[in-house]
């Protein structure tokens, strides 16, 4: 299995705090991402990293910002959560130079904001 | 970005059967991979196939890209092979995986 560590693996907080969920890995990969998963909607990109302090936007980007300041993290932050963000949250990772390798898949953060 | 369709929504099998599961994208991809969610949430790596033919065990996949589908084939189907499976693909001009909504299967014993 990839060595991909999410924290917090759950979190219950209220609607307008700062939440930062982390991602770490130990493949010396060089992309990694964020997404979220909703019912009825698969999994949507929010933000991805092509190397150390790279980043762009993905599909569901409003609302996250995201830093990569060390190869092996990634971190996905909600400024002012919203009720609307409560999802399930992954973080994947892959290898490769063209961001054509498979990803691999951290077990999840379920995060609920009331 | 591609868009991403995947039938059946959802697939109920008697142990022992085989199925086909089905993904087609609206444009071409050079990357394409098969996920399997299982009941606890994890998202399991099945097989990376932008093109041709793979199989694994039980499972085996087909992409063919000119026509810009893949299919996923699971045969003699185990209670374990219950839960959700995904296709997600990359476009050639787009830097985001799309994923498909999943197809539900359920496996009774």
């Known amino acids: 299995d990839a060595g991909i560590t999410q924290s917090p693996r759950h979190k219950v907080t209220e609607t307008g705090t700062p939440v930062t969920l982390r991602c770490h890995q130990t493949?010396?990969?060089?992309?990694m991402y964020w997404y979220r998963q909703d019912p009825g909607h698969g999994l949507r990109l929010i933000h991805y990293s092509y190397g150390v302090k790279d980043t762009d936007k993905g599909e569901v980007s409003d609302g996250y910002s995201v830093s990569r300041s060390k190869t092996e993290d990634f971190l996905l932050t909600l400024e002012s959560a919203t009720s609307s963000q409560t999802s399930v949250y992954f973080c994947?990772?892959?290898?490769?130079?063209?961001?054509?390798?498979?990803?691999?898949f951290g077990d999840g953060t379920r995060l609920s904001i009331l | 970005g591609i868009q991403v369709e995947q039938s059946p929504p959802d697939l109920i099998l008697q142990e022992g059967a085989n199925s086909t599961l089905r993904c087609n994208f609206s444009d071409s991809v050079n990357n394409l991979q098969w996920f399997h969610q299982n009941p606890w949430g994890q998202l399991i790596n099945l097989f990376y196939i932008p093109s041709g033919t793979k199989q694994n065990g039980r499972l085996s996949a087909t992409t063919v890209a000119t026509e810009r589908y893949s299919l996923l084939y699971i045969s003699s189907s185990q209670t374990t092979d219950s839960g959700v499976y995904f296709c997600?693909?990359?476009?050639?001009?787009?830097?985001?995986?799309?994923f498909g909504a999943g197809t539900r299967l359920t496996v009774k014993p």
């Open positions: 493949e010396n990969h060089r992309y």
């Open positions: 997600a693909g990359r476009g050639y001009n787009n830097n985001d995986m799309r």
């Open positions: 994947a990772i892959s290898g490769g130079t063209g961001g054509n390798q498979p990803q691999h």
